[in-house]
Every structure is written in C-alpha cells, then in structure tokens.
C-alpha cells in the first residue's frame, strides 16, 4: 500500500463500518459517528474491579496475572468508578452494602456496563435459601448487562464475558 | 488432644462450688458456672495463666441462651484449653463482660450481642458488628424471621429419611459412588 | 568505591533519622509548634487495598493516626444460619467459601469436628492426602498474602512471580478434584476421590521447584531495601499484647508466642512428621511478613515427607452413611489454617442437621487487633498493617 496517494480502504462492514482515507501526512476517517465512538469504547474498557467475596480472588486478581493478562483486552484496571466504564461485580452482596453499591455505580460516567461475575451476583448463588442479608442479585440494584456464572468462574469465563461485552457495546447506537 | 491435664490446680480448686469441672466427650475440660460466678471464674482463669481468649459463643435454646467460653493457655506447662459455659434467661440475657480480662473478647461479645441478644454489662463499646445498626431482631435465634429470609425447603425433605440414615446401606449417593470407584 | 561507602552511611543515617522519628516524634521541638486538628478519614468498604469488603475509619493528627474505628460485617453471609438448615455433607461446600484462599484448610476443620462429633475414624491414606492438599493449600495462601504485601508497599513484579507460583498449585488441585478454587474436596471419614496417577509426582516435582524459586523471590521481595525499610520496625506488637488481643497464626508466632495447633495440639498425622513451628521475636510488619515465607518453606517440608510416608489403600472409610448422623452431643476441633486457630464448634441434637454450628475464624480475632495495633502509626502505613493482618473478609464476617 502506498501511503504517499490518498488511497480509501473501506473495512467490512463487521468492523465498525468505518471508511479510512489515507492522504500524505494526514488522515481522514469517514463514518458514522456512533460507530466510531463505539469502536473506541469497546477497545477501551477501563474497569472498576469491585471485589466482594470469593470472586474477586478467582476472577479479578487471577486474571490480571501474566497467565490471563487482561491488559491484552486493551483496557486498564481503575479503582475508581469515576474512570471506568465497566464495574465487575465479583462476589455476594449484602443488604449493607447494597446502598454503596448503588452510590458507585452512580458515580461512574455513562456509558456505564455491569459485568455481574459468580452465582452470588446473579443469583445470590448458594446464599439464596436460609440467609436473611444477602441480597439475590446485583440486578435487584443496578442493571446488568453480562452476566457470567460460575462459583466461582474461571477467569476464562470472564475474558469470554468481556468479549461479549465489547459486541454489546458494538451493536449499541450512539443515543439510547 | 488434651489428656495429659492436671486439674488439681490450686487456682482451680479456689473456683465457686456451683461451678464443677468435667471432662466432656468432644469438647475436652469443661466448667458451668452460674452466671453471676462468670467474671470470678474467668478471673481465677485468668490469674491461673489463661491468655488466650479464643471465642465466645451462644446457642439458643428454648428458654435460654447458653454461653460458651473458650480459653486457652500457652503459659501453662501442659498446655491446656477450657472451655466455660454458662446460661442466661432468655427474658433477662445479661452477663458480665470479660472484656476488661481479655481484650480479645470485645469482638466476640459483640458479636453474640448482634446474633443473639445477650447484652454484656461492663463492654465498652456494644454495638451490633455485622448487623446494620438499625437491624431488628437477632438472626442466630430459633425463632427468628423477617421477609429476607427465604427458608429452604430441605428441612421437611432431609427429616424423613432418618430411617434410611440408620440401616447404612444405602450408597445411592454420589460421594459413595465416586468413592466405590476410587478404591477398588 | 568511595560513592558505594557515601552511599551507605547515608544509609545508616537515614535508618537512624527514621527510627528517631518514628519513635517518639514527641522529642522532635518544631512538631510541639505546629498546631495540628484530627482529621477523619474514611477507608473503604470499595477500596482495592481492603481485602474484600472492610470499612476503617481513621482518626489522623498529621502523619500519625491516633484512633482506628473498624466496620465490619458487609460481607456477612449467614453461614451458621446455613449451617443449621443443611446436613453435615451438604455444609462441606460452604466452608470452601469461608476463608477462600484456603479452601481446603477450611473442609479440613470443619469435616475434623464432625468426625470427632460422630466418632468416624479415617483411613490413614485420606489423612496423608489432607496433610498434603492442605499444606498445598497452605502455601497458596501465603503467596497471596505476600503478593498483596508487596502490591502494598506498592511492588507489583512479586504480584506476577508469586501469582504464577500458585497457578501451579491450582492446577494439582485442579487434577485432584476437578475445581481451581472452591475444592468441597473433603468429606467426613474420608477424602473425596483418590489422587490421579502420576499426581504425587507432580506434587514432589512441584514442592522441588518451589524450594528453589523460593529462594529467589525472597531475594526479590525480603531483601529489596525499599520494602525492608517500609516493613521493618512498623507496628510491633509485643507477645503480651498479642495474646490479650487474642492473635493467633502466624502474626502471633511472629511476637514470639510459639502457639501452633498442629504443634500444640496435633491432629491428623501431623506428630509423625518433623517440621518446626515458625516463632519470630520481633512482631512487626517485617516479621509478619517473614513468617509467612518462613512457613512455605516448613510447608514444603511436610509435603515431602508426607509423599514419602503415604500408604496405599482406602481414601473413605467404609460403610459412611449418606446422612452422617452424630448422636446427641457436643464437639469442637481446631485446626491450624494459614490463619490461625480455626476451630468448629458444633452441636448435634441427633438430627441429620446440626443444632448449632460455630466458626471461630481465625481473621476474626486478628482483624480486632487494628486499632491497638495501627495506632500511633503513620497512616501511610496503615494499609500495610492492615495487609499483614491477612485478614479474609469471608471469615471476619463469615
Ligand atoms: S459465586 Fe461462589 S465463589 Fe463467587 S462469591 Fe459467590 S460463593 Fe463465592
């Protein structure tokens, strides 16, 4: 290819639909906006990792490790919901955490995703019968959008998870 | 375990008549004492070389609470564990805090104040610790509920089947089966 | 040459100056000048240096914190309600979730106390195979905690080395029974299924290459000056107070109490294998974190011997019942878990279901020491006090 002509290379459409032209010294992307936005957002995931229980163990701290590297997913580990955009929710939540929960995820920016990691955040997992503080599910407070069982999952499952996520964010529009 | 215990310590001996050593099956050296004889028990535990407060515990029955104290000794030369019960009424589930003995018991006594009720005279700081502090009700009781709480079914399921428990034959069960290959 | 010898006696003064400081900044005259107010800082509960779930609220005068008040409970899982409505077989799996770095220590003590309760003997096989899963497991533990103490004093690179070191232990388990995390790999008279051919070998080669990277990250992590200089002479706790505050595990050996169960009170095989039990004198941060990687290498230790010992037969004592039922009684059991003295207190009313189920959670006891521990600390500091604790929010608010 050479770069020195204007030369257009359209990608497939799969691929965010995006129109490229190459010109000397500059470059000019066509395309609709929201695809482009949703291109580098789902490139970008900055994740909150909120650790409760068991989970976070297996899922957060095991996959940031040379064996799983997250990193290769291209986004960062904030501990700050302020930053990020994806909030995992490893582990059982409890009625007194619940408002924290709440507050967290208000504090994120939108787009906001919610990855619910483990029985417990789905379903309150082996605490749903007999335990009067658990509450069953992150969804009873915060909305969902991947959900990825296990007890706990292997850190495989979440890296399947996030690919998930980033077709959810692909297939999304700009405005909802 | 602990078998080689002397009992006849002189510091034990100074103990309250009420109070009578015993070597339970389970649980090893086991002293009940009346509650009002709690705190000069555990003093003269105390001053005998215990110190090592590992936990204290309730168990609700009926009409009372029982008290179950553990104590260790690493100072002692057979080093031996106690273990202190004692029984409150459920109407009036007061007790003397150990806590100026052990500070290792606050936590613990708090933690019998939240699941159970029984209130401590002479803690510092009582307050419920796992419970929100506006939690009603005791949750470790028999009798305790709230629209939480989804009890399971399991316990009309398991209750008849005693009979099968006693004949010991039965190997339908998955551990026994996957055991029965590991062996052979 | 002359640089390198510049260069450490800087150092010898910076040592000086520091203990100086740290002391009794009392003694220090401009600091009387300054007029300081008490901050309050909240910590947690979502905090990545917390551990899981824990609230501190931290009083600070300057650099120094005063006064520590602990919130816990927001990980409170009812597990002795549970405990309650389940048969003895069916709580095993929920005591992987109690302390879950160290599943298996967990099903050890908990299946140890109804089997005491019951009156079940296990076939000696099993009782080699807990030795070794456990102390497995027991190393597992503490190469998280010495990854997390090193994140903490903000070294990342232990963090990949110990992780990966696990890995591998995670994977022998995961050849045994099937799960990486959450084992419910014990039963009551017995252990679950036998080991995999080939698996002991795996365990011994495993245990031979540890022994020598060992040696290496502690060069990496205990001897890095930085890390020494942030742990060493922090916190220290004498062995008076660590038992009045009813310390137990590691922490406490590492204040010169030599309490170990597995010494003080042996279970299972234990008496017939030779290892020492860890006893520090110094009961700082640097001490804490000493023992830990004193206990991998004791841990090691017993793994060998125990492959070298180990019979061949039965793994499940014959003619267990599907619903083990202990007759009307009471019986408690402890353990030496990673950390400390976990002990199950259970009650039969001779039902299939226990009347009354106790955890003593060794984190329990340990976390209530950070007020008397943290104070007078600088609060820098305090995350790492609190890391050393090793605290596991499952078992603190079980
Ligand atoms: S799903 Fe299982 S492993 Fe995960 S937090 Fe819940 S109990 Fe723990």
């Not at chain 1, 582990?91 to 709440?102: E, F, R, S, V, Y």
């Not at chain 3, 309650?84 to 050890?108: A, G, K, V």
Request: charged share 25%.
């Amino acid at each position: 290819m050479d770069l020195t002509k204007g030369q257009l290379i359209q990608q497939p459409a799969s691929k965010a639909g995006i129109l490229q032209e190459q010109a000397p010294g500059a470059g000019l992307i066509l395309g609709k906006a929201g695809d482009l936005l949703n291109w580098s957002r789902k490139n970008s995931i900055w994740w909150m990792a909120f650790g409760l229980a068991c989970c976070a163990i297996e899922s957060l701290m095991c996959l940031n490790t040379a064996r799983y590297d997250m990193d290769r997913h291209g986004g960062l580990l904030r501990n700050t919901p302020r930053l990020s955009d994806l909030m995992l929710v490893a582990g059982t939540l409890t009625h007194k955490m619940a408002d924290i929960t709440q507050h967290l995820y208000e504090q994120m920016p939108e787009p906001r995703y919610v990855m619910a990691i483990g029985g417990c955040a789905i379903n309150g997992g082996p605490f749903y019968y007999d335990s009067y503080t658990v509450v069953r599910g992150v969804d009873k407070i915060i909305p969902v959008d991947v959900y990825v069982p296990g007890c706990p999952p292997r850190p495989e499952a979440v890296m399947y998870g996030i690919e998930q996520l980033k077709e959810k964010i692909i297939a999304r529009g700009m405005i909802e | 375990m602990s078998d080689e215990i002397n009992v006849n310590d002189n510091n034990i001996e100074d103990l309250p008549a009420k109070g009578m050593i015993v070597q339970e099956k389970g649980l090893g050296y086991t002293l009940t004492v009346d509650r009002k004889d709690l705190f000069k028990t555990a003093t003269g535990l105390k001053e005998a070389g215990f110190d090592l407060f590992l936990f204290v515990s309730g168990v609700d029955y009926p009409n009372h609470i029982k008290l179950v104290y553990r104590i260790y000794s690493t100072k002692r030369a057979n080093r031996m564990a106690f273990v202190v019960k004692t029984e409150v009424p459920k109407r009036d589930p007061v007790v003397d805090s150990l806590v100026p003995l052990w500070s290792a018991a606050n936590w613990h006594e708090r933690e019998a104040y939240d699941l159970f009720g029984v209130e401590f005279k002479g803690h510092p700081d009582l307050r419920r610790i796992f419970m929100p502090e506006d939690w009603v009700g005791h949750p470790l009781r028999k009798d305790y509920s709230d629209g939480h709480m989804l009890v399971s079914d399991s316990d009309t399921q398991a209750k008849p089947k005693l009979s099968v428990v006693d004949s010991q034959t039965d190997d339908g069960d998955e551990d026994a089966g996957d055991e029965g290959k590991s062996e052979e | 040459m002359d640089k390198l010898e510049q260069l450490k006696t800087t150092r010898a003064d910076l040592d000086d100056l520091s203990a100086e400081f740290s002391s009794n900044e009392e003694s220090e005259e401009g600091s009387k000048d300054i007029k300081t107010d008490v901050l309050t800082i909240n910590f947690g509960p979502q905090h990545p240096s917390a551990h899981g779930v824990f609230r501190g609220v931290f009083e600070v005068d300057g650099e120094i914190i005063v006064g520590i008040e602990p919130h816990i409970g927001y990980l409170h899982r009812c597990f002795e309600k549970i405990a309650e409505h389940r048969t003895y077989t069916q709580f095993i799996p929920f005591t992987d979730r109690m302390d879950y770095l160290s599943s298996m220590l967990n099903n050890w003590g908990y299946v140890i106390s109804v089997e005491k309760l019951a009156d079940v003997a296990v076939p000696e096989r099993a009782e080699y195979l807990r030795v070794i899963v456990g102390e497995l497991n027991r190393i597992a533990s503490h190469l998280v905690f010495l990854s997390t103490a090193a994140i903490e004093a903000g070294a990342l690179t232990p963090y990949f080395y110990y992780f990966d070191e696990r890995e591998r232990i995670l994977w022998l388990f995961e050849q045994l029974c099937g799960a990486r995390f959450t084992y419910n790999y014990m039963r009551v008279g017995g252990v679950r299924v036998d080991t995999p051919d080939g698996w002991l070998d795996d365990v011994l080669a495993f245990t031979e290459r540890l022994e020598k990277t060992m040696v290496d990250y502690d060069k990496l992590l205990l001897g890095n000056y930085i890390f020494k200089k942030r742990m060493k002479g922090v916190a220290p706790f004498s062995a008076e107070q660590a038992l009045d505050w009813g310390l137990t595990g590691p922490s406490l050996r590492a204040s010169g109490v030599n309490y170990d169960v597995r010494k003080a009170d042996p279970y299972s095989v234990y008496p017939r294998i030779d290892f020492d039990a860890v006893v520090l004198y110094n009961g700082d941060n640097l001490d804490r974190v000493i023992a830990r990687s004193q206990e991998i290498i004791q841990s090691i230790n017993i793994i060998k011997q125990a492959v070298a010992q180990i019979p061949d037969g039965r793994v499940y004592s014959p003619g267990m019942p599907r619903y083990v039922t202990p007759p009307p009684g009471e019986a408690y059991a402890h353990i030496e878990s990673s950390r400390g003295d976990l002990g199950f207190y259970i009650i039969s009313d001779g039902s299939p279901k226990p009347y009354r189920v106790k955890i003593q959670g060794p984190s329990f006891g340990n976390l209530q020491v950070l007020p008397a521990i943290a104070t007078g600390s600088f609060f820098s500091d305090a995350v790492l006090i609190f890391g050393t604790l090793d605290a596991v929010f499952g078992e603190v608010d079980r």
